[in-house]
């Protein structure tokens, strides 16, 4: 039974892949634990934009404070908008993570912007990441910015990080585009090597004893993968980049059906929340299970047969499906 797959150019012994979780993957013990537990891979927790933009103040705040007391303090310093930050505490997060496992490591950045983190994607390359995922989290609400835009200033920033670094470069995107899949073909195009999708963005929630708004984060259910199964499965085969699929997949089963559907991961993170990092070793025997019930003898056997490309009935996917799926839906209270 072999679950080796490939991924960006890396090979791993399998899809499972944990995502970036910062309760999960800040604690380097836990990444050793997810290794031994079957993980292929581990994304790291993701380094933000505005980190980077607050440890630029600070640094311009210090060095420019006092100055000009006197005149030959002016030049002491280097000039703050060349001196280069970036927080070395993740940096070593992933010096140390390489040096105790032999699993592949991918950094995360979380920014909208061209911003500051150029040069710290290239810190993370030669801090020993194996790749880079850029966790685009952009929500517009400027009601004078239009649509291309938005979609350009995605290109942008994959054009200039692939740019800086050598390492495969993957994109976390969400489904909000009104082509979702042109956007993910000019995407590809643009360089990406992954995409992974979708990201999650995270709604605010609203306290009505203090009338206030506040964060409240949700755990994925199983029912969230059915979009990125979907847009998997359309874009299988039709552009270069590989497939990655998260949110939603809590057992063996969805494993499967992405992998079949065309993803060449499978990124695991709300079910590690719930069960804990063990809970990997229980997917990977459940879809090794699997595969030997139904007699598949590789991944690489089963990745995209289910794709539209593969699929015996390719409208599936499509809006001809819609009308079928609410034919044959049958309200509870009427099987009574």
């Known amino acids: 039974m072999i679950l080796t797959t490939t ?51 600070e640094l311009h705040h210090h060095l420019t404070y006092g100055t000009e007391s006197f005149a030959e303090a002016l030049t002491y310093f280097p000039e703050p908008e060349i001196f280069h930050v970036g927080s070395e505490e993740y940096l070593n997060h992933i010096r140390k ?17 061209l911003g500051g983190w150029l040069d710290y994607s290239q810190q993370i390359e030669q801090a ?8 685009i989290y952009y929500v517009p609400t400027d009601l004078d910015i239009p649509g291309g835009e938005i979609e350009q200033n995605y290109l942008d920033i994959l054009r200039a990080v692939k740019a800086e ?11 909000y585009f009104s082509n979702m899949a042109n956007m ?23 306290d009505l004893s203090n009338l206030e708004v506040y964060p409240n984060v949700l755990l994925s259910t ?3 993968m059915r979009l990125p199964m979907r847009w998997i499965a359309i874009l299988y085969g039709k552009i270069e980049a590989d497939l990655a699929a998260t949110s939603g997949i809590h057992n063996s089963t969805d494993v499967i059906k992405m992998v079949m559907a065309g993803a060449k991961i499978t990124q695991v993170v709300s079910a590690l929340l719930r069960h804990g990092i063990h809970y990997l070793s229980t997917l990977e025997e459940g879809v090794r299970n699997w595969m030997e019930e139904n ?4 991944i690489q056997q089963m990745q995209g047969s289910l794709s539209q490309l593969n699929c015996p009935d390719p409208t599936a996917f499509e809006r001809a499906q819609y009308m079928k799926a609410l034919q044959t839906y049958a309200p509870i209270w009427q099987a009574r």
């Open 7 to 57: 991924y960006m150019g890396l090979t791993l012994k399998s899809p499972l892949v944990v995502g970036s979780c910062a309760p999960l993957t800040e604690d380097i013990d836990n990444i050793k634990r997810m290794e031994d537990s079957g993980a292929s891979a581990v994304i790291l927790h993701s380094f933000f934009e505005e980190q980077l933009r607050q440890e630029r103040l």
């Open 97 to 113: 993570a390489k040096e105790m496992v032999d699993m592949p490591i991918i950094g995360s950045i979380n920014g909208s912007t």
């Open 128 to 135: 020993g990441a194996d790749a880079l995922e850029l966790n």
């Open 165 to 175: 670094i050598n390492i495969p470069v993957a994109v976390k995107i969400s489904p």
């Open 184 to 206: 993910a073909k000019r995407l590809s195009e643009a360089g990406a090597d992954g995409l992974v999708l979708f990201n999650r963005f995270y709604q605010p929630d609203i």
């Open 222 to 224: 199983p029912q969230a």
């Open 295 to 298: 007699e598949y003898e590789s």
